[in-house]
């Protein structure tokens, strides 16, 4: 459940093994020739794995409309096969619609995707008009069969989904506090400090992953606005505390280390000279205790309908964040004490919002509480207000048809030239290269991880073939398995999606009785070829570079960045902005996009250093200006409403100059250097705000610190980030 939220690859790699055998058993059945059998169970794959809507509705109506599409193509891809020129032109033709189309919705690209495997399905199996009656049966077989297991075998609802990736965010949950707890009890001394800190920065990674995927599936899987905005909300709130904590963990046990993010990029905590004072040492077993009795009270499973002892944990927890039960130790000590007590409160949110038919008991101060923050605050959606700025290039849609066209054709000629009968090797090759790519080194990228997967395919299918001889059973259940581990881990690793589709091919022709070494060859030359081909055409027709494209996804990512601080202020200081949360989900699932752009230049085999070093400099420093940008925001969803500090003269102006710095720096990024403006720096934070003046409350002057806090380690890392990308600061020597 932890390591495959929602269950998602699993029934994935189930859904397409089940529908290719309930359509290999219904064609065998009717005694069909093997060229239709593997018609056949290509059709299934491709039916099954490429609708991409969410709720059955939309999925039946695009399995309906697959089905004559799939056919049509069929026909003509059939009627061609003998006319090798015409076929190609065709084929070349219908590559270029297929992609084209994808601008019109999802419905469009799962369409264009049965157009493409329709008609590579005719030329690999070499199907002829006399063959349609049969190959029609096929298609029906294949798309009933899908459907079966989709809507009855293992028909998996967005409602159900949803619950499966809550009970994984609480899973990856208490992990990250399993990786805090070996933190906290190994201290900066233990052997093991930068692996268990390691540890501890993956599990907060997978725990941020989860929360973004139960984001995606909120529409779909939520019975209404309100309700989709309130787990929001509390998803948001139980992983920013998680974070905190561990930050003020690892901050108390390396009082020497300046740590304010879970960032895997940028420098490691020196262990040299830091440990925690004799006081905190002695009150670090009642903190492990701490964590422990929070593992407990993230624990799987729903709680019974009387409050448990697991919730009496997370209750006197709340004790600590309203400053009942806090020991006499240093303020680092304090602070974690207080995050802990924030953490329980989160759980406590979180499992009122995600079981919320599970009644707690009248009687109790806290379930009355969060039943009325529920009430009041679960009104409307999370929505994202920052515009889109124009586009004044060609559509990604248009250059990929453009490009996967060409290379198609170029793939064609070339393959043709290699093998007259293996040359859809290298058009399929080309075809999936481009496939969730936007650019140069992207597809360089993704090829590479292809060939390597392609060659250990067939190094493997010949150890296989070997093994098990002649036998038919063993290679025909290899061949499952490997369509299984194709669809399973195609999320994961396209290196080993590679692997396993060479290795099905493998034990295909083993079944055919017509592996040699000389056929696995052909392949590895028509993969190399198809992914020469993908490469070429994209770096001459409407080449999309990467630079140009992580420029872009950068200053998105400040344009939201600024948006969810505005916002977050405005909302400190008592004025009504709506949700919070929503952008700066959105803020999150930008920066996912450039974490997944810059992935040519920091990739292994990427020759540019010096770009390599840039570039994880400037993702460790939006990380960490998103972390705490982040924080501020649920800070400010979640303050009392008593409370109004972003009306200190002090705040307003740093608001107003982050916010400069930040116009500046997005406007140097949009003009590929700008016009030399510097960034301001500040005057530096004062010890506390007007809101934390003697005689004011503990927990408004605890607010006013969270804030200023987060805003100046947020201002740190734009300065930071400015002169990375070579933009100079005021004041800078």
Same mark, same amino acid.
Request: charged content about 20%; proline content about 6%.
């Given at each position: 459940m932890a390591s495959d939220p929602g269950l998602l690859r699993l029934l994935s790699a189930l859904s397409t093994v089940c529908a290719v055998l309930l359509t290999l058993g219904t064609l065998a059945a009717l005694h069909a020739p093997v060229p239709i059998l593997v018609a056949g169970a290509l059709t299934a794959m491709v039916s099954t794995v490429a609708v991409i809507e969410r709720r059955p509705h939309d999925q039946a109506l695009t399995l309906a409309a697959g089905v004559p599409v799939a056919l049509a193509v069929m026909a003509v891809g059939s009627a061609l096969t003998p006319y090798r020129v015409p076929a190609d032109v065709v084929f070349v033709v219908l590559i270029f619609a297929a992609l084209h189309i994808r601008r019109l919705g999802p419905r469009a690209t799962t369409l264009g995707v049965f157009a493409f495997q329709s008609y590579f399905v005719t030329q690999f199996v070499g199907t002829r008009l006399a063959q349609l009656p049969d190959l029609v049966l096929a298609v029906l077989a294949a798309f009933a069969g899908s459907a079966l297991v989709r809507f009855a075998i293992l028909r998996g609802p967005p409602e159900r989904t949803l619950a499966r990736l809550h009970r994984a965010f609480r899973l990856r949950l208490g992990l990250a506090l399993d990786a805090l707890i070996e933190v906290a009890e190994g201290g900066p001394q233990a052997p093991r400090a930068e692996r268990a800190i390691d540890d501890l920065r993956r599990q907060a990674a997978r725990l941020h992953t989860c929360a973004l995927m139960i984001q995606s599936w909120l529409g779909a899987g939520a019975p209404g606005q309100g309700v989709a905005a309130t787990i929001q909300r509390?998803?948001?709130?139980?992983?920013?505390?998680?974070?905190?904590?561990?930050?003020?963990?690892?901050?108390?046990?390396?009082?020497?280390?300046?740590?304010?993010?879970?960032?895997?990029?940028?420098?490691?905590?020196?262990? !040299?000279?830091?440990?925690?004072? !004799?006081?905190?040492? !002695?009150?670090?077993?009642?903190?492990?205790?701490?964590?422990?009795?929070?593992?407990?009270?993230?624990?799987?499973?729903?709680?019974?309908?009387?409050?448990?002892?697991?919730?009496?944990?997370?209750?006197?927890?709340?004790?600590?964040?309203?400053?009942?039960?806090?020991?006499? /130790?240093?303020p680092a000590m304090r602070d974690v004490f207080r995050s802990a007590g924030e953490v329980a409160r989160a759980l406590s949110g979180l499992r009122l919002a995600v079981d919320g038919h599970t009644p707690a008991p009248q009687d109790s101060p806290e379930a009355a509480r969060w039943t009325e923050q529920l009430d009041a605050k679960g009104a409307g959606p999370a929505r994202d207000d920052v515009p889109r700025p124009e586009r004044t290039h060609v559509r990604p849609t248009t250059r990929t048809a453009f490009q /996967?066209?060409?290379?198609?054709?170029?793939?064609?000629?070339?393959?043709?030239?290699?093998?007259?009968?293996?040359?859809?090797?290298?058009?399929?090759?080309?075809?999936?290269?481009?496939?969730?790519?936007?650019?140069?080194?992207?597809?360089? /990228?993704?090829?590479?991880?292809?060939?390597?997967?392609?060659?250990?395919? /067939?190094?493997?299918?010949?150890?296989?073939?070997?093994?098990?001889?002649?036998?038919?059973?063993?290679?025909?259940?290899? !061949?499952?398995?490997?369509?299984?581990?194709?669809?399973?881990?195609?999320?994961?690793?396209?290196?080993?999606?590679?692997?396993?589709?060479t290795t099905m091919i493998g034990m295909l022709y083993t079944l055919l009785h017509a592996l040699t070494l000389g056929v696995l060859v052909v392949r590895i030359e028509e993969t190399a070829l198809g992914i020469a081909c993908g490469l070429a055409s994209a770096l001459l027709v409407l080449p999309a570079r990467t630079r140009e494209r992580t420029d872009r996804l950068l200053h998105d990512v400040l344009e939201r960045l600024r948006a969810v601080l505005s916002r977050s202020l405005a909302r400190v200081a008592g004025e009504p902005v709506g949700d919070l949360l929503g952008p700066a989900r959105a803020l999150d699932s930008a920066l996912d996009n450039l974490r997944l752009a810059v992935q040519p230049l920091i990739s292994p085999i990427s020759p540019l250093r010096s770009r390599r070093r840039t570039a994880l400099a400037v993702l460790g420093l939006l990380e960490t200006a998103a972390l705490h940008t982040r924080s501020l925001a649920t800070t400010a969803e979640l303050m009392p409403a008593g409370i109004r500090i972003g009306s200190d003269p002090y705040l307003v102006d740093e608001a107003d100059r982050i916010d400069r710095n930040l116009s500046t720096l997005i406007v140097q990024v949009a003009g590929g250097g700008g016009d030399g403006t510097a960034l301001e720096r500040g005057s530096g934070t004062p010890a506390r705000l007007s809101v934390g003046a003697d005689g004011t409350r503990t927990e408004h002057a605890y607010a006013a610190r969270r804030v200023l806090r987060h805003l100046q380690r947020v201002d740190e890392s734009i300065h930071s980030l400015a002169r990375v990308l070579g933009t100079s600061v005021r004041d800078d020597p």
């Amino acid at each position: 459940m932890a390591s495959d939220p929602g269950l998602l690859r699993l029934l994935s790699a189930l859904s397409t093994v089940c529908a290719v055998l309930l359509t290999l058993g219904t064609l065998a059945a009717l005694h069909a020739p093997v060229p239709i059998l593997v018609a056949g169970a290509l059709t299934a794959m491709v039916s099954t794995v490429a609708v991409i809507e969410r709720r059955p509705h939309d999925q039946a109506l695009t399995l309906a409309a697959g089905v004559p599409v799939a056919l049509a193509v069929m026909a003509v891809g059939s009627a061609l096969t003998p006319y090798r020129v015409p076929a190609d032109v065709v084929f070349v033709v219908l590559i270029f619609a297929a992609l084209h189309i994808r601008r019109l919705g999802p419905r469009a690209t799962t369409l264009g995707v049965f157009a493409f495997q329709s008609y590579f399905v005719t030329q690999f199996v070499g199907t002829r008009l006399a063959q349609l009656p049969d190959l029609v049966l096929a298609v029906l077989a294949a798309f009933a069969g899908s459907a079966l297991v989709r809507f009855a075998i293992l028909r998996g609802p967005p409602e159900r989904t949803l619950a499966r990736l809550h009970r994984a965010f609480r899973l990856r949950l208490g992990l990250a506090l399993d990786a805090l707890i070996e933190v906290a009890e190994g201290g900066p001394q233990a052997p093991r400090a930068e692996r268990a800190i390691d540890d501890l920065r993956r599990q907060a990674a997978r725990l941020h992953t989860c929360a973004l995927m139960i984001q995606s599936w909120l529409g779909a899987g939520a019975p209404g606005q309100g309700v989709a905005a309130t787990i929001q909300r509390r998803v948001a709130e139980a992983e920013t505390a998680v974070e905190r904590l561990a930050i003020l963990v690892m901050r108390l046990l390396w009082p020497g280390a300046d740590i304010d993010t879970l960032t895997r990029h940028l420098t490691k905590i020196r262990r !040299a000279g830091s440990c925690p004072g !004799a006081q905190d040492a !002695a009150r670090l077993p009642e903190l492990t205790a701490q964590l422990r009795a929070l593992r407990a009270a993230a624990g799987p499973g729903r709680p019974r309908p009387a409050w448990t002892e697991r919730a009496e944990v997370g209750d006197r927890r709340l004790g600590d964040r309203d400053n009942v039960h806090l020991p006499d /130790v240093s303020p680092a000590m304090r602070d974690v004490f207080r995050s802990a007590g924030e953490v329980a409160r989160a759980l406590s949110g979180l499992r009122l919002a995600v079981d919320g038919h599970t009644p707690a008991p009248q009687d109790s101060p806290e379930a009355a509480r969060w039943t009325e923050q529920l009430d009041a605050k679960g009104a409307g959606p999370a929505r994202d207000d920052v515009p889109r700025p124009e586009r004044t290039h060609v559509r990604p849609t248009t250059r990929t048809a453009f490009q /996967v066209a060409t290379g198609s054709a170029l793939a064609i000629g070339g393959g043709e030239l290699l093998s007259p009968q293996r040359w859809y090797w290298a058009v399929f090759t080309c075809w999936v290269v481009f496939i969730s790519t936007t650019s140069t080194g992207e597809i360089l /990228v993704r090829g590479y991880r292809r060939l390597v997967g392609t060659v250990t395919g /067939v190094v493997t299918g010949l150890a296989l073939s070997a093994l098990i001889g002649g036998h038919t059973w063993p290679a025909f259940a290899l !061949a499952i398995l490997s369509v299984f581990g194709m669809y399973y881990t195609t999320a994961v690793s396209y290196t080993l999606m590679s692997f396993f589709v060479t290795t099905m091919i493998g034990m295909l022709y083993t079944l055919l009785h017509a592996l040699t070494l000389g056929v696995l060859v052909v392949r590895i030359e028509e993969t190399a070829l198809g992914i020469a081909c993908g490469l070429a055409s994209a770096l001459l027709v409407l080449p999309a570079r990467t630079r140009e494209r992580t420029d872009r996804l950068l200053h998105d990512v400040l344009e939201r960045l600024r948006a969810v601080l505005s916002r977050s202020l405005a909302r400190v200081a008592g004025e009504p902005v709506g949700d919070l949360l929503g952008p700066a989900r959105a803020l999150d699932s930008a920066l996912d996009n450039l974490r997944l752009a810059v992935q040519p230049l920091i990739s292994p085999i990427s020759p540019l250093r010096s770009r390599r070093r840039t570039a994880l400099a400037v993702l460790g420093l939006l990380e960490t200006a998103a972390l705490h940008t982040r924080s501020l925001a649920t800070t400010a969803e979640l303050m009392p409403a008593g409370i109004r500090i972003g009306s200190d003269p002090y705040l307003v102006d740093e608001a107003d100059r982050i916010d400069r710095n930040l116009s500046t720096l997005i406007v140097q990024v949009a003009g590929g250097g700008g016009d030399g403006t510097a960034l301001e720096r500040g005057s530096g934070t004062p010890a506390r705000l007007s809101v934390g003046a003697d005689g004011t409350r503990t927990e408004h002057a605890y607010a006013a610190r969270r804030v200023l806090r987060h805003l100046q380690r947020v201002d740190e890392s734009i300065h930071s980030l400015a002169r990375v990308l070579g933009t100079s600061v005021r004041d800078d020597p």
